[in-house]
């Protein structure tokens, strides 16, 4: 399985931004998938996550402004990002659980900046 995000780019404050990962197989189906990011110098962070049966949880600093969905047509996940902030510049990361082992996108650059 493999997963590839895209979307990420260049976005003035209080911009929008929707990610996309799209995954090989349907392993989005029958699992969570979650999103994460990495800003230079700092952890790797959970973002927001979505259950194979839809419930959602994010980050405290995001809520209100990203949203997590997925297409399960599509073996496609998204993370809508409204009202950006420079502190939300990163590499953001798709992940997903199937089978006990850990998949991860190849990430897309998100950079928040006037």
């Known amino acids: 399985v493999q997963l590839q995000a895209s979307g990420g780019g260049l976005v003035q404050p209080g911009g929008s931004l929707r990610l996309s990962c799209v995954a090989s197989?349907?392993?989005?189906?029958?699992?969570?998938m979650a999103w994460y990011r990495q800003a230079p110098g700092k952890k790797r962070e959970l973002v927001a996550v979505i259950t194979s049966g839809g419930s959602t949880d994010y980050l405290d600093s995001v809520k209100g402004r990203f949203t997590i969905s997925r297409d399960n047509s599509k073996n496609t996940g998204y993370l809508h990002m409204n009202s950006l902030k420079p502190e939300d510049s990163a590499v953001y990361y798709c992940?997903?659980?199937?089978?006990?082992?850990?998949?991860w996108g190849k990430g897309t650059l998100v950079t928040v900046s006037s």
């Open positions: 992940n997903c659980v199937s089978g006990g082992i850990n998949y």
């Open positions: 197989g349907s392993i989005f189906r029958r699992n969570a």
